[in-house]
């Protein structure tokens, strides 16, 4: 399975960027979908998830202002994300879940490679 993220970049607060990530190697429409971030020194964290039949979990933290999608012909899944704000900045990850916590790290089986988001003040 590989999974490439992409739409990284830098932006300024209020923003928007979108991320996306490209999947191959696995049937894709079967699997739910997260993206997870990464600040430094900070550990990973959840983001957002999307299940194979388009159910969404989101953080307290991007709620009302991200939205994870996904589109199964493409084997793709995008996160939109509107008003940046500075500790929004991380190393974005797609992953695929395999079971488990939607919210957890663990729960995921195979990562992408990462993308960085700079948001400045």
């Known amino acids: 399975v590989q999974l490439q993220a992409s739409g990284g970049g830098l932006v300024q607060a209020g923003d928007s960027l979108r991320l996306s990530c490209a999947a191959s190697?696995?049937?894709?429409?079967?699997?739910?979908m997260g993206w997870f971030r990464q600040a430094p020194g900070k550990e990973r964290e959840f983001v957002a998830a999307?299940?194979?039949?388009?159910?969404?979990y989101y953080a307290d933290s991007v709620k009302d202002r991200f939205t994870i999608s996904r589109d199964n012909a493409k084997n793709t899944v995008d996160l939109q994300m509107n008003t940046l704000k500075p500790e929004d900045t991380a190393v974005y990850y797609c992953?695929?879940?395999?079971?488990?916590?939607?919210?957890?790290?663990?729960?995921?089986?195979?990562w992408g490679q990462g993308t960085l988001v700079t948001v400045s003040s």
């Open positions: 992953a695929t879940r395999y079971s488990g916590s939607y919210y957890s790290p663990a729960s995921y089986d195979y």
């Open positions: 190697g696995r049937t894709f429409s079967r699997y739910a």
């Open positions: 999307i299940t194979s039949g388009g159910i969404t």
